[in-house]
């Protein structure tokens, strides 16, 4: 790609230059820009795969096989549209989804929101470090050492004053998550049958039980997060995203979708060795130790590695979803490019976000199996309802114009999948009254 | 972008015609985004504020549960019955 650099000097930027790569050739020119606005969606969408995530498609996996891969492809179109929303609003507003539903839905909503999303996302952060602390001690590491050990990672990965240091290095991690095609691929199933499987949705053997309810639920819930609208709009605003890039953007988000899904199968495969193998296991660190007999230890790693890279993944992203609604709520400097002197409460509120989690896995006896289950119940509560503020901002004409708005067919899409998730979420809702409503498996 | 740039780039154009340039939203000029400061709280039909309505108290309700579940899985109640 030949390029050179092209420096305009201007007076309304910081650093008093506008500093661009020359190219020759239109395709030259779309790649190199894709790659630029690129990011925030790969980011949200690979960070959502995170240890929450890793246990409950390697569950599905080792409970139905591959019979739940359909729902996966389903899910792709849906978190591709709700995500492509937040594109758009973080593109047209230039402002993060908390600062959005105070300004236009008042206190009362700013608030629940807001402290609904900050009490998720640090039960989440528990449960990421919770799988941090279970994969290292697998792998012989103390988590005395490790748990803090990966705190500071963690907050030293954002402190540097660098959004783009910051996301080259997420990105990288990202891709690591290519890995789980090597894994998957090692222990795999039959092609015909994850193809079938895939595009076919088939009921598996024992129909439709409570367990099965619950892990489509499960599956849901772990692939459209709450954390995710309010990340992704504040990332697109703190990148500063500008008008013209909102194509880019979009496929941003199509192809960190697309990669998600291919990734979070290829987790659905693992668990369908233990099913074909017959090996019963409690969590993926488990798993990983278990089919070492018969896939190497090479995978059984590999797995470990990844569930580690999936916690710091989803750790880094939910934290800053919390910092960054925090700091546009209370009008404090919020952003990646501000060195920590200049963003106190911004830095103060992600460490403390990754310290307190961290600290509370390491706390002995700590009741972890309720976070996980209070996590699952808050975030498929909190999801609708996000959903719908989202929409009802996309639908104001007045303030976003024809460009940035919802089309009718958008509208169509969208109250689809909220009456669903709203489906989803009463089902849980009345699991919670009546633990027995379903039949057992 | 400043009157200034627009010139330059403009001159670079003008000297490179089978050429362009990209520029990394970071390095570039910000743009003036839609004003929401200004506009207030959305407006909204009677049956959309009835709607957000009946979905607050569906929260409230369903946080209540929550917390009563939590606790109850934590053994907090079979403690006080003691």
């Known amino acids: ?441 | 972008m400043t009157l200034n740039m627009m010139r330059e780039r403009k001159r670079f154009d003008d000297e490179h015609q089978d050429s362009f340039i990209v520029v990394h939203p970071l390095d570039d000029v910000q743009e003036e985004k839609v004003d929401t400061a200004g506009v207030g709280p959305l407006r909204l039909t009677t049956s959309v504020k009835l709607s957000l309505m009946a979905l607050r108290g569906y929260l409230i309700l369903m946080t209540l549960l929550l917390l009563y579940h939590v606790m109850d899985l934590s053994g907090l109640f079979r403690q006080w019955k003691w």
């Open chain 1, 1 to 441: 790609m030949a390029s050179r650099l092209f420096i305009a000097s201007s007076t309304a930027t910081t650093n008093g230059t506008v500093r661009g790569r020359v190219v020759h050739s239109k395709w030259t020119k779309a790649l190199l820009t894709f790659l630029m606005v690129s990011g925030p969606g790969l980011i949200v969408m690979e960070a959502d795969n995170d240890a929450g995530a890793v246990s409950t498609y390697v569950q599905a996996g080792a409970q139905y096989g591959t019979h739940l891969l359909w729902t996966l492809l389903l899910l792709l179109p849906v978190t591709y549209f709700i995500q492509e929303m937040v594109v758009r609003l973080g593109i047209a507003t230039g402002k993060g989804h908390a600062t959005m539903i105070y300004q236009r839905f008042g206190r009362w909503w700013g608030h629940f929101s807001l402290i609904d999303l900050q009490l998720v996302n640090f039960l989440t952060l528990v449960t990421e470090f919770a799988a941090i602390s279970l994969a290292l001690s697998k792998m012989n590491v103390t988590p005395i050492i490790g748990v803090p050990l990966a705190a500071i990672i963690l907050i030293t990965l954002v402190v540097t004053g660098s959004y783009r240091r910051w996301e080259r290095i997420v990105v990288f991690l990202c891709l690591l998550d290519i890995a789980w095609l090597t894994i998957a691929f090692k222990v795999g199933a039959p092609l015909h049958e994850v193809v079938h499987n895939t595009i076919v949705p088939t009921v598996p053997a024992g129909g439709i039980t409570a367990s099965l309810v619950f892990l489509i639920i499960a599956i849901v819930g772990t692939t459209i997060a709450p954390w995710q609208l309010f990340f992704q709009q504040s990332c697109v605003a703190d990148k500063r995203l500008r008008f013209s890039d909102l194509k880019w953007g979009r496929l941003d988000t199509f192809v960190g979708a697309c990669f998600t899904i291919v990734v979070a199968g290829c987790m659905m495969l693992t668990g369908n060795a233990a099913l074909t193998h017959r090996i019963g296991f409690n969590d993926p660190a488990q798993l990983a130790v278990d089919i070492t007999s018969f896939a190497g230890p090479a995978v059984r790693t590999g797995i470990l590695l990844l569930m580690i890279n999936a916690a710091v993944l989803g750790t880094t992203a939910v934290s800053l979803s919390s910092a960054w609604a925090y700091g546009e709520v209370r009008g404090w400097p919020h952003s990646l490019e501000l060195p920590v002197r200049k963003a106190k409460g911004f830095y103060f509120v992600y460490a403390l976000c990754v310290c307190a989690a961290a600290a509370i896995v390491l706390i002995p006896r700590a009741p972890l199996q309720l976070i996980i289950v209070s996590v699952q119940v808050l975030a498929g509560l909190m999801l609708p309802s996000a959903i719908i503020f989202l929409q009802l901002l996309l639908n104001d004409k007045e303030l976003l114009g024809e460009r940035f708005s919802n089309r009718p067919w958008n509208n169509w899409v969208n109250w689809a999948i909220i009456l669903v998730l709203f489906a989803l979420s009463l089902v849980l809702a009345a699991q919670v009254i009546c633990p027995r409503l379903f039949p057992g498996t």
